[in-house]
């Protein structure tokens, strides 16, 4: 930031409401090493005290924090505090950050790219991450606003009934629904059906796509086209040999939801990002979540995936959707009817921490190696309905639906 609006900057910040309005919106990494000291010592004495603040009370907190600075140092300290301007009108405060916004983020661009043709390792997201922050013009939603205290505002939310209902009764009764914003996770072994569960719930009957979401399937656990074809078998309740000698039938039944339903395959969560921002879906289901590629340097393998998850709680969030996350369960999840969130394979922790809800799918262990077909539905975490238990459910491998 260049010198004029780092002093300018200062002299704004000496005001205490302009300081509690905007003190989370700018910190010390708009300043340079000189005026980032000085942005502290304003910052520490908003806090203390309070108020509104003069040079000559800033000047005499910088000496007393920082004894052992040497007198040509003090002297730089001295011209600097003599180029702040203290007072400012509104207005023009509005134009001056709206500069300094201008500014940086022009010079972290300008910096991206430098490191880009450096050939250096560059973490792409800090451009996404500015496109959010400044979509909206040069100054950031500051996002300050507290929630009504409201006795009627508070009941209306609470009653307000959640969009998108599971197609399962008994799932229904303890999850009561999804809606913007929420992030659940599926998981359960290899080979136990998560994703025909997934497919199920979005395009079985009474799915999300028949309720009337619009619904962004990311499929790389299969090819997309795979999946398209058994979301098509699950809706209409046909086997592959029957969609081929009932075309005309199954294609009516398809045609009900086709509107509905997107279907993509990718690795990149740069690119999930992009697509649910260019498609505004009501539902987006991630099978499988931990197969997504993110940028950036992780000393654990775990601590990976938790950023993932996060970022797929910040897609709800940022875009008004559900998300559901598809994962596999670790091996302590062999032939367990009960499946807890601690048993999710890659991380025990961070993964089920930034969700709303998680379902672990469950199947019996069988003497003969046949398949029961009955599949163990635990929510183990619930912070939509509160309630936590575990339901019995029936598959359909076949036709990739579920039913009681």
Known sequence: MSDNTSNLLLGLFMRHDFWESNNLLIGEDYFEAESKKIYKVISDAHSKYARDLTIEE??????????LLTASQKAMYVKLLQSIKPVIGPDVAEEVLRASFREHMGQTVAQIGMNLIDGQEVDLSRLRDLVDKYEGGFIPDRELDVLSAEFDDILEYNNEKLPWTFNLSNLDGMIPGIGPGNFGIVFALVESGKSAFGISLCF?????????ARVLYIANEEPAEATRFRAVMSHTGFDEQR???????????WRRIKDNVLFHETTEIRQLEALVKKHRPDIVVIDQMDKLNINGQFARDDLKLSEIYRRGREIAKKNDCSVVAVTQADASADGRTSLRFTQMSGSKIGKPAEADYVIGLGKE?????Q???LRYLTVSKNKIGGRHGRCIVKIAPQISRYHL
């Open 58 to 67: 800033v000047e005499a907190l910088l000496w007393s924090n920082n004894p």
């Open 204 to 212: 079985g009957p009474d799915g999300f796509a028949e309720q009337g």
């Open 243 to 253: 969609l081929l000698t009932n075309r005309h039938a199954a294609s009516d039944m």
């Open 365 to 369: 262990a069988t003497d003969n190696g």
């Open 371 to 373: 398949d029961n077909l």
